[in-house]
């Protein structure tokens, strides 16, 4: 929308706004793999698919139970959350010709 009307604004403020926006807790951020961050809107707990054809991200509802590895005692330590990023080929993909 700011560049259809003919405005800039520059790449730092971006992402202050959004570490402002995450620091708040209204937006989680999500590491993909290397160049790949995801910022989305905070609420239900989901994992996500990254195609590593087409690059398409996709949420992937969590289940109910916690893995065992979410349990994991690390001495001296408190986990308070995990991210699991799901890595292959998308059904799309899949059906293209090899």
């Known amino acids: 929308m700011l560049a259809a009307d003919g405005g800039t604004v520059q790449r730092t403020s971006v992402y202050n706004a959004l ?3 995450a620091d708040a807790g209204l937006v989680r951020v999500v590491q993909a793999g290397p160049g790949t961050t995801l910022y989305e809107l905070s609420g239900s707990d989901h994992h996500h698919f990254l195609c590593r054809h087409c ?3 996709a949420d992937v509802p969590a289940g109910s139970e916690v893995p065992p590895l979410l349990n994991i005692d690390i001495p001296g330590a408190r986990v308070e959350s995990a ?3 799901f890595r292959g080929i998308c059904a799309g993909c899949l059906q293209l010709p090899l």
């Open 19 to 21: 570490r402002a926006l």
């Open 55 to 57: 690059g398409e991200i």
């Open 83 to 85: 991210q699991v990023v």
